[in-house]
């Protein structure tokens, strides 16, 4: 039986931060086993039952994982006072069961599109986002002019961003079909496999050479081999 401190497991969950989570402790918010949690509190989160505010959490409550198609100019966060649209507000209030609260696993930044998670399985979550699993996400740019054998050396060798360094895993032109759905035309387009870390903003890569891009488009997120 693994027990973990009930504030990390809510965290987890993506209930809340630690700190927040040790704050709705104290306040009597939380219970395991139907029984008042105090600061401190070990539990098994697959088997003991977790509640705040009166709905179930964690393995007890049901299990949902949806897949949204981000727009631009929507933030991937569960609430951001400073953001007039957060993906929480795309999901129809049917399609999220009793009880469960759903948070997006990975981000886009607002002016990128394209494939993103939501779930309440924080196991699950942990699988998809920590780079130590290796799952790649592949996005595709739009540039202004096709790149070249030099431009392609140097993005393979990778780019030193503030959380690691970032790397191109992969590159292939964008089949027709992926122009149409990314919506640049006739445009100088690429399909880039990006081997980054959790909060890496694929077009970093593209401008920190100042090679004109649009906002990056994720079409899938896959196991790597």
Known sequence: ?????????????????????????????????????????????????????????GAAAAQAYLLLHKPGGVTSTTRDRHATTTVMELIPTALVPDGARLYPVGRLDQD?????????????????VHPRHGVEREYALALSVPLEGEQVDVLRAGIPLDEGLATLGGLRPMTNVENVISGSGNGASEEGVFVCRRNSDPSTLWTRHAMSASPPLRSTSSQAS
Request: net charge neutral; aromatic share 2%; charged share 25%.
């Open 1 to 57: 039986m693994a027990t973990d401190r009930l504030q990390k497991v809510l965290a987890a969950a993506g209930i809340t931060s630690r700190r927040g989570a040790e704050a709705m402790i104290a306040a009597g918010r939380v219970t395991v086993d139907g029984k008042r949690a105090t600061p401190g509190t070990q539990v098994d989160p697959e088997r003991a039952i977790i509640a705040v505010d009166g709905q179930v959490i």
């Open 112 to 128: 990128s599109e394209g494939l993103l998670v939501l779930t309440n399985d924080g196991g699950w979550a942990d699988r998809v």
